[in-house]
């Protein structure tokens, strides 16, 4: 089974899902430069695509990785904690 998650932005082609942020947010960047972030939200009215900053990208995955090892999710952190070294370092 696949964790890898992709979807199509209008405008940026194929986007690979970097992480959860929060019920109904994911973070997705650019499939091949990884360069490009989009905070995507789904509603029911359709997915909304907002932009965000490397830094800004880089703060809602780290944010993401201590709520994990808050509740002790260990596989997923350790999972994210390499995501995040090959994304931003």
Request: hydrophobic share 35%.
């Amino acid at each position: 089974m696949s964790t890898e998650h992709y979807i199509n932005h209008p405008n940026f082609g194929l986007l690979y899902r970097v992480c959860f942020v929060e019920e109904h947010q994911e973070l997705f960047t650019t499939l091949y430069a990884q360069r490009l972030f989009f905070l995507v939200s789904t509603t029911p009215s359709g997915m909304k695509f907002e932009p965000v900053g490397r830094s800004e990208a880089r703060l809602l995955l780290e944010n993401r990785l201590r709520m994990l090892r808050r509740t002790g999710q260990t596989q997923e952190y350790d999972q994210l904690q390499i995501i995040l070294q090959r994304t931003f370092q």
